[in-house]
């Protein structure tokens, strides 16, 4: 079957760094996108990535390891409006989104 | 660019009617729409893929009598709560893909609160 973990709630302090780990197994892949969803609102897209490696946007990074079946989102310098719930989704071979259930991230001042 | 639109936002209804809910790519032509469903602190779930001109495939346990889903244009699809129920109380979400994308991502409309009473 096709499965995507990431954890469900992370704390982290406003101005610091939090990783968010996703890790995947899909019947194919062609590409891994992330995702940011504050409370009642639709998600908005942050990154894709369809190669191994490090892409850079802003205060947001996103990392993929295809062999592995990995992907973080970096998020640095927080503030106390990046609290909302990270989606982690990979296309897979049928270019059907699978997605993750979410982190809660919730930043502390 | 690539603005998704729904309509309406939020909708209350008394259960046993029908809402029909719009989802427009306004500056953009979409081949394909998703609609997805979303329970209060769940993840999404996609309840259908939607092609211009075509039927829509639903996904196991959607009902497809239930939910209709009509996308009669590159720019348009509307999804039909047919008899709500309270059950069917939901966040309803649509996305669009590109037609010329190169990445195959999914804009997403801002979504549709439905409260069935």
């Known amino acids: 079957g096709q499965n995507i973990d990431q954890p469900t709630e992370m704390t982290a302090t406003e101005g610091a760094i939090v990783q968010i780990n996703c890790t995947y197994q899909?019947?194919?892949?062609?590409?891994l996108f992330w995702y940011q969803q504050h409370a009642g609102e639709a998600p908005t897209f942050l990154s894709y990535?369809?190669l191994d490696g490090l892409e850079e946007k802003g205060r947001f990074s996103s990392f993929l390891s295809r062999s592995k079946g990995y992907s973080y989102l970096l998020l640095k310098e927080l503030q106390m409006k990046d609290s909302a719930s990270y989606l982690c989704?990979?296309?897979?071979?049928?270019?059907?989104?699978?997605w993750g259930a979410g982190t809660k991230l919730i930043i502390k001042p | 660019g690539a603005v998704v639109s729904q309509h309406p936002s939020w909708v209350i209804c008394k259960s046993g009617t029908s809402v029909k809910i719009e989802c427009r790519s306004l500056?953009?032509?979409?081949?394909?729409m998703f609609w997805y469903r979303q329970f209060p602190k769940q993840s999404l779930m996609l309840m259908a893929t939607?092609?211009?001109?075509?039927?829509?495939?639903?996904e196991q346990g959607v009902e497809k009598d239930k939910f209709l889903i009509n996308h009669a244009s590159l720019t348009l699809s509307t999804l039909t709560v047919t008899s709500a129920h309270p059950e069917d109380s939901s966040f309803y979400i649509c996305?669009?893909?590109?037609?010329?994308?190169?990445?195959?991502?999914?804009?997403f409309g801002p979504g549709t609160r439905l409260t069935v009473l």
């Open positions: 996305s669009a893909r590109h037609l010329a994308a190169e990445i195959n991502e999914q804009f």
């Open positions: 989704a990979v296309m897979d071979s049928n270019y059907q989104l699978i």
């Open positions: 899909t019947s194919g892949f062609n590409g």
């Open positions: 500056d953009f032509q979409a081949t394909t």
């Open positions: 939607s092609n211009e001109g075509s039927k829509a495939t639903y």
């Open positions: 990535n369809v």
